[in-house]
């Protein structure tokens, strides 16, 4: 625009990095090794059938990978149904792009503006049988729906008891963690919530092949899930996707990398903070650090954790919710009751989370973990 | 089971713990409303009409006959002038000035020349986000024109014109929209998340229809303070809110409680056509929203929002009988056109025609209509219209490049207003933070923000 022009060679970016960092500088996705950047790296992903492994794969972003488990589950089950707010015409983040069109407008769906009118809507589809996955625009957008997943969701099997009905076809989608722009409402990572609610499985993938796997998982679980999409990664994440339907194992973790000296604990787009962070510290202290990715935050795979830190003795969990009543709390409390992991911890758990404080505009650098915060937190529980 | 334990309420009467209670004191407010007691309705013998306690006004009939949604009528859309400027309403008399008129009109250009230079400014990456509100200037500027100032106003986020009207500068606008050290959010919210004390507008919170009975509660505790002290003026509360949003649980039971409490508030609906990409067809069956606020015993108008007079009169005619008897909830459907892209992070034609924005443009827009209006009485010419746009501009500019070279606001902004006080927990974050940001300096970058590190001490 004409009249800006003069004073574009002095603006101030929103988001930017110090010239003289060395640990908080951007992540690059094109290099990571948390992605698979070729075909053969992507067909030997662990939990894999071994009819895709011998499958092709496709590039694929995040959006990407969550519209072709989408379509994917469309194709196979004619009960599910897809809907929210905006998503005949693709969603506002892209995921359900095409959908309406291939698969009619009675499958694939925008509901008037109304989370809990979603929720409620999709239980009791669910409950007559149907594989609902609602989409919910924003996590920061769930609460209307809150009673819904609580007092319906969580509780439908228990309360119908031998009547034997529950809404396990359920599953709730949503684009949730910070953008760097999001503030208070377009940043929130409210997964705490939901692992606190028995009967709910709580999901968070950490890239396209995850989340088509974990999805398609969740969609064809009898119990209903929560799947939660950093979306930050949708565009910034891209990596080889296996063409094939399949699915990937619920309530199990993952090892990223495996070391012998530290563990860090962490879920969704973190874990690539932590990678970094990993790199750096192994380079600098000669030391190696064991990546573990949670998965499922609920119920969670208690036993792949517990084996790790049995080895290390030390250990971090990152994730950038509030540190208050987090992950990091629960994670933290089963490492140390659990006695035989107790006895072979050589320092305190530390957590790398969030402040206890809402995510603010300009701060959120400050709030969520970087880099230098999880650099520094491995180096603590090494000096401890 | 569900029925049988409603009707196990006399339980608790066989236990004596009802019949036994004192009946309250009567206070004052309760006098005020209108109370329907069931027990003084009796099913009288012959009776013509229902005496239920859930609809008192009903008539029998021996006719088998729904009401079809689809035939009642809908609510007209009251208009005082056409497309053209030109005066359909004879009973209307302006009741401004000259001068008045003009002022409203360049303050509806503002917001329309302020919108295009963000927007584009967003386009730069000099700012993270913005959203016009191109099509709803008279809707906005119309009924704020008509408030009070001590009138409590919550907005959702299209309405800067509200803003402009009650009084916000260009570097109010300019310093929360950059959040920078003058941003009374503290740098902590999205760009158009204004709001401001002095001129009674609570600050703008993204989740939908939230403010809805917000504004209820808010009219009710208005309503409360004057009849604890009646030397107080008499206010309305005045809520902004899109169709979609309507959609909302919280919009329902906003009208519900304000009806049930007979509050002075205003509801004003911006129904535009869209919320994101879902068209009003998608949204809700039946007459509009307009239609809801009869559903909920609230008197309620339509009007042509474009048309920055009809507007006017609405809310003025709207304010009085809001006040009228103790007070009583009022609903306002203003009709426009959303001719902007949602906001910067949308493009609208992925999902609607290029040709029905245009068409929109072309045929009719608020600000075009007051503008003839005013040549048509000889008040504008050519001339002034320049006039106007240079100034304007100039003046956003000015006030643009101010507030973008503003310090931003001190780090120990994300920590304050948390809870009244900081906890000694969040006292230790801080310190942590100060110590991180000690041990890593060449890891952050601090410069603009007012104190640097310096503001998280104690
Ligand atoms: C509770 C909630 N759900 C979803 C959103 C995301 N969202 C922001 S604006 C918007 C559309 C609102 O449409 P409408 O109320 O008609 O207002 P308009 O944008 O047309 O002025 C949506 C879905 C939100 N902000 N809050
Ligand atoms: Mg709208």
């Known amino acids: 625009m004409r009249w800006l022009a003069p004073a574009v060679s002095e603006r101030r970016q929103y988001s930017t990095h110090p010239p003289n960092a060395r640990l908080n500088l951007p992540i690059d996705y094109s290099a990571t090794p948390l992605l698979s950047h070729s075909s053969q790296t992507a067909l030997a992903t662990a939990d894999l059938p071994a009819e895709v492994k011998n499958g092709t794969t496709k590039r694929m972003n995040l959006f990407q990978a969550i519209n072709d488990a989408l379509s994917t589950a469309l194709t196979e089950d004619e009960d599910v149904i897809i809907f929210g707010e905006d998503v005949s015409f693709g969603g506002v983040f892209r995921c359900t792009m095409k959908l309406a069109e291939q698969f009619g407008g009675d499958r694939v769906f925008n509901t008037p503006l109304t989370e809990q009118g979603i929720m409620g809507f999709a239980i009791g589809a669910a409950a007559e049988g149907m594989r609902p996955v609602a989409e919910i625009q924003f996590a920061d957008y769930v609460y209307p729906a809150f009673d819904q997943l609580v007092n319906e969701a969580a509780k439908y099997r228990y309360r119908d008891g031998s009547c034997g009905r529950s809404v396990g076809g359920l599953t709730v989608r949503m684009p949730c963690g910070g953008v760097g722009h999001g503030a208070l409402y377009h940043s929130q990572s409210p997964e705490a919530l939901f692992t606190h609610i028995p009967g709910l499985r709580v999901v968070m993938p950490r890239s396209p092949l995850q989340a088509k796997g974990l999805l398609l998982a969740a969609i064809r679980s009898n119990d209903p899930v929560i799947f939660m999409e950093p979306k930050i990664l949708y565009r910034a994440a891209v990596e080889q996707v296996p063409t094939a339907a399949y699915t990937l194992p619920l309530s199990k973790a993952e090892i990223l990398k495996e070391g012998k000296d530290v563990t860090v604990i962490s879920y969704g787009q973190p874990l690539y903070t932590c990678d970094s962070a990993i790199q750096s510290v192994e380079k600098d202290l000669g030391i190696s650090v064991e990546l573990i990715d949670l998965r499922t935050l609920y119920p969670w795979d208690k036993e792949t954790v517990f084996k790790s830190v049995q080895k290390t003795g030390r250990v971090l969990v990152v994730h950038e919710a509030m540190v208050n009543a987090g992950i990091g709390a629960e994670v933290a409390a089963a490492i140390q009751e659990d006695p035989e992991t107790f006895i072979r911890l050589e320092a305190p758990v530390q957590r790398v989370a969030g402040f206890s404080i809402h995510t603010p505009l300009l701060f959120e650098k400050f709030n969520v973990p970087d880099v230098a915060r999880v650099y520094d937190s491995i180096k603590k529980v090494l000096d401890y | ?458």
């Open chain 2, 1 to 458: 089971m569900k029925a049988g334990l409603a009707r196990g309420a006399p339980l608790r009467s066989a236990a004596g713990a009802v019949r036994h209670r004192p009946s309250p004191p009567t206070t004052p407010i309760s006098a005020r409303h209108p109370v329907r007691c069931s027990s003084s309705i009796s099913q009288r013998q012959g009776a013509s009409h229902l005496s239920f306690p859930g609809a008192v006004k009903s008539a029998f009939t021996s006719s088998l006959k729904f009401a079809l949604a689809a035939e009642s009528p809908s609510l007209p859309t009251y208009r005082v002038v056409d497309q053209d400027g030109k005066i359909v309403d004879q009973s209307f008399k302006a009741d401004l000035s000259d001068e008045e008129i003009i002022k409203l009109y360049k303050n509806m250009l503002l917001i329309s020349i302020m919108d295009v230079i963000m927007f584009d400014a967003q386009r730069q990456g000099r700012l993270s986000f913005y959203m016009v509100s191109a099509g709803e200037e008279a809707l906005s500027i119309g009924s704020a024109s008509v408030l009070e100032k001590e009138d409590v106003v919550f907005c959702q986020y299209r309405e800067q014109g509200v803003f402009k009207q009650r009084g916000f500068e260009l570097s109010d606008f300019m310093n929360q929209l950059f959040a920078n050290k003058k941003d009374p959010g503290k740098g902590r919210n999205m760009p158009v998340h204004y709001g401001s004390k002095e001129l009674n507008i609570h600050t703008i919170s993204s989740p939908l229809a939230t403010q809805i009975p917000h504004a209820s509660g808010a009219a009710y505790a208005l309503k409360m303070q004057r009849i604890n002290d009646p030397s107080l003026p008499p206010r309305v509360v005045v809520v902004y809110f899109g169709e979609g949003a309507a959609s909302e649980g919280d919009f329902h039971a906003a009208l519900n409680i304000a009806a049930t409490r007979s509050c002075p508030v205003i509801f004003i609906c911006r129904n535009n056509g869209y919320a994101i990409s879902t068209p009003t067809l998608e949204q809700y069956r039946g007459d509009g929203i307009a239609s809801r606020g009869i559903g909920y015993g609230i008197d309620t108008i339509r009007v042509d929002g474009n048309d920055i007079w009809a507007v006017r009169e609405a809310t003025k005619k709207a304010r009085e009988m809001a006040l009228q008897d103790g007070g009583k909830p009022i609903l306002i459907e203003a009709m426009s056109y959303r001719v902007s892209h949602h906001s910067t992070s949308d493009d609208s034609f992925a999902y609607r025609a290029r040709v029905e924005v245009e068409d929109w443009k072309r045929r009719d827009n608020p600000i075009s209509r007051l503008r003839k209006y005013m040549e048509a009485k000889g008040l504008w010419d050519e001339g002034k219209e320049k006039e106007a746009r240079d100034n304007t501009r100039r003046d956003v500019l000015k006030a643009f490049s101010e507030a973008e070279k503003e310090k931003k606001p001190p780090i120990r902004a994300m920590f304050e207003d948390i809870w009244e006080e900081l906890t000694p927990d969040l006292k230790a974050q801080m310190k942590q933070l100060r110590e991180h940001l000690d041990k890593y300096p060449d890891e952050y970058d601090l410069g603009d923000f007012e104190g640097g590190k310096n503001s998280l001490d104690p």
